[in-house]
């Protein structure tokens, strides 16, 4: 089955402490990107990616970072620096064609401790 | 600045009560509007894009509609199973692919 696979479902962070979401996808998309889900909040852009070794930063990418070593791969690292982490993060990709439909996958939710 | 609102913020309706969620939008030369379907702890599935004014798109009991300025999305005869938060986005400017997000509309269809 073709998708979008985020890892691990939940992750618990304590203070000062950096931690890694995991992004990978077997859709053969060149662009991916990472959305962050507040309560209340539309989805806001972090980061993305349209080839591999390229990224771009999006509206809230202060104290994340990430990379793109391969085409399926697009983890994000949230660093300490990210005062308020605790949200809900989502991995999504967009293929050249069919209208640039982007699709996400199930999410990471971030707590901490 | 390119920006998306939704109303209402909750809706409460009986199961077979149809209605309509709004999507208003302000963009500098749309290049699509998306509307999703996210359930608790989920991650957003697709439902239909709209690109023109006058645009129709229907999926069982949904039906997406566009003019310049707002989307509806028609929910006929609901089912509890429709029950979800429903959001719509539009494509941001440049070539980024960026999706620019309402704050979404949380349905609750009661048997």
């Known amino acids: 089955d073709g998708g979008i696979t985020q890892s691990p479902k939940y992750l618990f962070r304590k203070e000062g402490q950096n931690v890694t979401l995991s992004c990978e996808q077997n859709l053969n998309h060149d662009a991916m990107y990472w959305y962050r889900q507040d309560p209340g909040q539309g989805l806001r852009l972090i980061y993305y990616s349209q080839i591999v070794n390229d990224f771009q930063k999006g509206d809230i990418a202060e104290g994340y970072s990430v990379s793109r070593e391969k085409k399926e791969s697009f983890p994000l690292t949230v660093t300490s620096a990210q005062k308020n982490p605790t949200a809900f993060y989502l991995c999504?990709?967009?293929?050249?064609?069919?209208?640039?439909?982007?699709?996400f996958g199930q999410g990471t939710r971030l707590t901490v401790v | 600045e390119d920006q998306v609102t939704q109303s209402p913020e909750a809706l409460r309706l009986q199961e077979g009560e149809s209605s309509s969620l709004n999507c208003s939008y302000t963009v500098s030369g749309l290049r699509g509007l998306f509307w999703y379907r996210q359930d608790p702890g989920k991650g957003p599935e697709f439902l239909f894009t709209l690109y023109s004014a006058g645009e129709e798109k229907e999926k069982e009991r949904l039906k997406a509609t566009l003019t310049k300025k707002e989307s509806f999305l028609h929910i006929t005869a609901p089912k509890p199973e429709d029950s979800a938060t429903y959001l719509c986005a539009v494509r941001g400017p440049g070539n980024t692919g960026k999706l620019i997000f309402g704050q979404g509309t949380t349905l609750q269809v009661k048997p």
């Open positions: 999504a990709s967009t293929p050249r064609d069919r209208g640039l439909v982007t699709f």
